[in-house]
């Protein structure tokens, strides 16, 4: 069985989808009806918005950091102490340049 | 003039001019979100990792709302799955008893990320958390806390401006690793070529002017990105 994705929620009157997802704790109707309900937002559109306009290579750096590689590492004992990394830029960089 | 004139053209998205300070920042750390966001996506790929992005954007606070923003990320979480966690489709159903139906309350959007990353390794990205304002960063930077407390392999990848280190630090003890950002000089050089590249007057362009863009911009920047370069060194000798 192919994988349930929320582009076959766009045509809920689509039979062979909805024999599909019988199996399923939510019937097509439910499932958009729900994540409708759980947020109107779509950040995904923002976010392919932005890698279009993306100029490649550029910022490539951050991810050699030794602190980007340990917060995405496995962890290890003290797993906890690199959940979270705050990537902070000083305001005014630049602010010249664009008055 | 002539080369301010140029720039300003050059700069001339909606990245740069929705903000007057620290425009050149925050257009990278933007690009270094989504940058992270794709190569994560390229890791997770085919193993059992899921993604998930958030951009807070001032100009949007009156619809990005604690809970908004943490749905959307159950939403994306659970839009790949076959199955819908039980909990979520309970708490959907139960809602809809209510006056014409209500959206999900904080405590059982936190619920239900403590369930879904529990499932599996789980990346949030967000985006200029500095946008998301007063007491909504607060609600949302304690729900995360609470989120992570359940679900240790969870990794969260925030960027702003560095005005809410403290708040963060405060609100996340002991789990933060602080990163400043600033554009290499090739970065700066590499987005001024494309930007240059895509200029539609070109008339305005010759190659001298080209050279004195390419010289003066990234020289001006790297000044002040010393500041942050020390500001980074120092965060090194602290821990």
Redesign the interface.
């Known amino acids: 069985?192919s994988?349930?994705?929320?582009s076959d929620n766009t045509n809920c009157l689509n039979t062979t989808n909805s024999i599909n997802v019988r199996n399923?704790?939510?019937i097509p109707d439910?499932?958009s009806?729900?994540?409708a309900?759980?947020?109107?937002?779509?950040?995904?559109l923002?976010?392919r918005d932005?890698?279009e306009?993306?100029?490649?290579?550029?910022?490539?750096?951050?991810?050699q950091?030794e602190?980007?590689r340990?917060?995405?590492g496995p962890?290890g004992e003290d797993?906890?102490?690199?959940?979270?990394?705050?990537?902070?830029?000083?305001?005014?960089?630049?602010?010249?340049?664009?008055? | 003039m002539e080369i301010?004139g140029s720039?300003?053209r050059l700069?001339g998205?909606k990245?740069?001019?929705q903000r007057?300070?620290?425009?050149?920042?925050?257009l990278?750390?933007?690009?270094?979100?989504?940058?992270?966001?794709?190569?994560?996506c390229a890791q997770a790929n085919g193993h059992n990792t899921a993604v998930t992005?958030?951009?807070f954007?001032f100009a949007s606070r009156k619809?990005?709302s604690t809970?908004?923003?943490?749905?959307?990320l159950?939403?994306?979480l659970?839009?790949?799955?076959?199955?819908?966690p039980?909990e979520?489709?309970r708490a959907?159903q139960e809602?809809k008893k209510a006056i014409g139906?209500c959206?999900?309350q904080l405590n059982d959007?936190v619920k239900m990320l403590q369930t879904i990353t529990s499932l599996r390794p789980t990346f949030m990205c967000i985006d200029a958390l500095d946008e998301c304002v007063g007491v909504q960063r607060v609600r949302l930077l304690d729900s995360?806390k609470q989120i992570?407390e359940r679900s240790?392999?969870?990794?969260?990848?925030?960027?702003?401006?560095?005005?809410?280190?403290a708040e963060?630090e405060k609100r996340?003890p002991?789990?933060?690793?602080?990163?400043?950002?600033?554009?290499?000089r090739s970065?700066i050089i590499?987005?001024l070529r494309?930007r240059m590249g895509e200029d539609e007057t070109l008339d305005a362009m010759n190659a001298n002017l080209e050279a004195e863009i390419l010289e003066t911009?990234p020289n001006?920047?790297s000044e002040?990105?010393v500041?942050?370069i020390i500001?980074r060194t120092k965060s090194h000798d602290i821990r």
């Open positions: 069985m994988r349930y994705t929320i399923y704790f939510t439910d499932r009806q729900l994540l309900w759980l947020s109107p937002l779509e950040p995904s923002r976010h932005i890698r306009r993306r100029v490649n290579d550029i910022g490539e750096w951050l991810m950091t602190e980007f340990r917060w995405v962890g797993e906890g102490d690199t959940s979270v990394i705050f990537c902070h830029g000083d305001p005014g960089v630049g602010k010249t340049f664009i008055r | 301010r720039v300003r700069s998205n990245d740069y001019l007057g300070e620290g425009s050149q920042s925050i990278t750390r933007r690009y270094d979100s989504s940058l992270v966001v794709d190569r994560l992005c958030f951009y954007d619809e990005q809970t908004s923003m943490l749905g959307s159950v939403k994306q659970i839009t790949g799955m076959e199955r819908i039980e979520i489709s959907f809602q139906g959206g999900p959007l995360l992570l240790p392999a969870t990794r969260i990848f925030v960027t702003g401006r560095p005005h809410i280190l963060m996340l002991r789990r933060l690793i602080s990163l400043p950002v600033c554009p290499t970065d590499g987005y494309v911009i001006n920047l002040v990105c500041q942050a500001l």
